[in-house]
């Protein structure tokens, strides 16, 4: 059983993921190579995945090879689905057990296609895919935010070549999200404006770090990016939830997510990248637990963030909390927006 | 010059190099190499380097080849040592000038030496050069905090081949710090202790994380280690401030140190890594401004953080600053007790 630890002088809680067990000799990093013959994500190989939990297909069973888009269990969980969190103490530390879901929606059967490869339709197969699994989480009491992300690229994470993206849910509200929601909250309740649709006017009224503009998304570099390259992806009008995202949405914002990652592709020559999703999280109670967070409709606005792997986190970084940025978001914008897509 | 930025949604700066920048292309990494025909931190090519600060020479001119070790301003600064903050707004945002100091210190002269194959009474000089731009640094009033740390590898940030670590000042107390000496103070309010102290103590009783025991240094793996074979080396008596120990106690800590570096060498197969020197900021007050630390004698208690570069920090991490560990502490701790140093 994994454990959350609780850091007592960073005030953070890490996952010792004690199944995984790994040992020194462990941490050797191969390259990847495109390792097709064995990968369990392509056609034909779905019995080397646990079962389904969603799939988009034309017709047919679970599990048969008739797929466009695939959502399993992860088989080397971060945290497990099974058992009680068993919040305790121990001597000045706190402990929990690593109760949540880890999955993997597996974006298309084509072993080398990247996402940004793949078609706005086939795009908007995955982010259905997303849509599906945020609205079934939810509904476990249990677990208090879910975080979508994707690795792209060894140094990005990535141990499978097989393009893919993860869902974590998790039971605690994460450092990250509890930034961003206080903030907008306290945003909020002063100004009665949202902090991104603001932020988002008042870039698209400047125009020097945006990317693209839609009709109802717009791509941009943040002004204080930690990394080169960073972007962010916003819906013009204010949405609090990528859940309530109905299908010409999602359409929509395919296509935008498709300019994004091409763009990423061609500027950086398939640079490493994360990206997260950021939305509101689940609004429930826990049983005999007030929720910190009764409404997040007015507050909150859903994004994308993706940070290309170009520089090293290293010890200044570490140590301090400060990154040091050698690109300014001007010129990354620059770049990007010149790219040939 | 340099710009730190605030980012209004995250809660952070960031620092914006643009003397660096670099463009897409400029990203590409290429494997080290040992460098050394050209490596400007080589005996006689003192020339290459701007002009040193600091130097431990048994006698002779500065930047003549007779040196131990030698401190030099950083050839490519994150921050700028001439010029005024201008601290200032811009729309939603903050931005201020980038002044800080940015110094190397070139830890031996032999190119191929790293510091765990150092003898204890060169590392002794070492952290005697440490110890000096410490205490020179703390009188400029414009620095709020110095973070001296080393980039071992090139996956860990060291961009150059021979042995050196780095100092950087800063205008702004980071959030690292800020959390950490906030946590110390707020424990010593209510109880009168240092919460450093008390995990020690609680350290040495248990046992199964302490890895090495010395008079008055121990190193252990904390029991919330945010990435595999993370170590902490604490002064074991109560001491806020590196900078005032007396050349015994450094004499002491190259021993530990040395211990440290060589467990992790031979355990980690060389593994790149981080390491962080966590000390009281200087306690001056900026003209016109107040301190928040007035005195961090009782409270605070300085240590080394040592951060193995074995995993990727990907989507999920950056997402919500959680942290998936493969490896328990307590596993850790007994493959370094175990190792032949």
Same mark, same amino acid.
């Given at each position: ?162 393009? +893919?993206?993860?869902?974590?849910? !998790? &039971?605690? /509200?994460?450092? =990250? *999200? ?122 909150? +606005?859903?994004?994308?963030?993706? !940070? &290309?792997? /170009?520089?090293? =986190? *290293? ?27």
């Amino acid at each position: 059983m994994s454990e959350l630890r609780w850091d007592p002088i960073k005030l953070h809680w890490v996952i010792i993921a004690t199944e995984r067990g790994r040992r020194p000799r462990d941490f050797h990093v191969e390259p990847e190579g495109d390792g097709m013959t064995a990968c369990p994500f392509c056609y034909g190989n779905e019995d080397k995945t646990p079962p389904e939990i969603f799939a988009i297909r034309p017709s047919g069973m679970p599990n048969a090879a008739n797929w466009r888009v695939r959502v399993i269990p992860n088989k080397y969980p971060a945290l497990r689905v099974e058992g009680e969190l068993n919040n305790r103490g121990y001597g000045l530390y706190d402990v929990m057990n690593g109760i949540g879901a880890h999955e993997v929606i597996i974006e298309t059967p084509d072993h080398n296609r990247s996402m940004a490869d793949l078609t706005p339709h086939e795009i908007s197969d995955v982010l259905t895919a997303y849509r599906a699994r945020y609205q079934d989480l939810r509904r476990d009491f249990r677990f208090r935010y879910m975080v979508l992300f994707k690795n792209h690229g060894l140094r990005a994470g990535a141990t499978l070549h097989h393009s +893919h993206s993860q869902l974590i849910a !998790v &039971p605690l /509200l994460p450092p =990250v *999200a509890a930034t961003q929601l206080k903030v907008a909250r306290n945003y909020f309740s002063t100004k009665e404006r949202c902090i991104f649709c603001d932020l988002i006017a008042f870039e698209l009224d400047c125009g020097e770090r945006v990317v693209r503009e839609f009709s109802n998304f717009v791509t941009l570099t943040p002004y204080a990016s930690s990394s080169p390259f960073e972007l962010r992806l916003y819906p013009k009008r204010h949405s609090h939830d990528f859940a309530l995202m109905n299908d010409a949405q999602l359409a929509e914002l395919a296509v935008a997510m498709k300019d994004m990652l091409l763009r990423v592709k061609n500027v950086l020559r398939d640079a490493p990248y994360n990206f997260i999703l950021h939305t509101a999280p689940p609004m429930h109670r826990r049983p005999g637990k007030p929720t910190h967070w009764n409404s997040l409709e007015q507050d909150y +606005h859903w994004h994308i963030e993706l !940070v &290309p792997r /170009l520089t090293q =986190v *290293a010890g200044f970084e570490w140590g301090t909390g400060f990154y040091i940025n050698p690109t300014s978001p001007e010129d990354a914008a620059r770049f990007l927006r010149e790219a040939d897509v």
